[in-house]
């Protein structure tokens, strides 16, 4: 069936550094999404991207769907200690009504 | 607009009883979700309704867990009997009718198991 891999799975770094997660699925996807989980929080919605090769933007984040629609990336610039949290990717199935989360990639924030 | 209503926050049960969660969408959202959350990992889809009708249960235990939305609106999901593997944050997301439509989560209901 279809499989949503994040890596990495946790990443610390110091405040102002960049920071990068990957997304990658067996199967093309018709659509990713990226969700962001606050420590004891729920996950809440952050893009959508739907076409290939797609490139958003959100102030400091950088959200990329590769050629192919099978890989996606979120990249901050110059992180700072409220981007701490669990980044989610979902992807899409080309059937248009599954979506499957990946197992979040963790960020820590050093002041 | 409100946001995803879900009962109660937390619950501590022994094992081989049950429970069961309560969850009220977004007015107007048609397609509503039963994820299971244990700590460390991401949501795993267990029941996907739209309307009243059920669209994905694949990954729902269903010796166990039951799911219903009598009326296309409010759900609730059921877990009969619990076992110690089912500690975790059960939570209830919402989106409009579409595909892939972004989703709208609960604050979830945390689970423990004793």
């Known amino acids: 069936g279809q499989q949503v891999m994040q890596i990495p799975q946790y990443q610390h770094v110091q405040e102002g550094e960049d920071f990068t997660t990957y997304c990658n699925s067996s199967?093309?996807?018709?659509?990713i999404q990226w969700y962001k989980q606050r420590p004891g929080g729920h996950p809440v919605f952050l893009i959508q991207?739907?076409?290939?090769?797609e490139v958003k933007k959100q102030k400091r984040l950088t959200f990329q769907f590769g050629e192919a629609k099978k890989n996606s990336s979120l990249h901050i610039t110059a992180t700072q200690t409220t981007d701490v949290g669990t980044y989610f990717c979902?992807?899409?199935?080309?059937?248009?009504?599954?979506?499957?989360f990946g197992a979040g990639t963790r960020l820590f924030v050093k002041a | 607009e409100a946001g995803v209503a879900q009962s109660p926050r937390y619950k501590i049960i022994e094992k081989r009883q049950s429970v069961a969660f309560w969850c009220n969408p977004i007015?107007?959202?048609?397609?509503l979700y039963w994820y299971q959350q244990i700590l460390g990992q991401g949501p795993k889809l267990l029941i996907q309704?739209?309307?009243?009708?059920?669209?994905?249960d694949s990954q729902l235990p269903k010796d166990r867990f039951s799911a219903e939305r009598l009326k296309g609106v409010d759900s609730t999901l059921k877990i009969q009997p619990a076992k110690l593997e089912d500690s975790a944050v059960y939570l209830c997301?919402?989106?409009?009718?579409?595909?892939?439509?972004?989703?709208?989560f609960g604050d979830g209901t945390r689970l423990s198991i004793l």
């Open positions: 991207l739907v076409k290939s090769g």
């Open positions: 007015s107007g959202h048609a397609t």
């Open positions: 997301a919402s989106s409009r009718i579409g595909s892939n439509q972004p989703q709208h």
């Open positions: 309704f739209q309307n009243n009708g059920v669209v994905d």
């Open positions: 979902a992807g899409g199935n080309t059937g248009g009504f599954k979506t499957i």
């Open positions: 199967t093309t996807l018709s659509n």
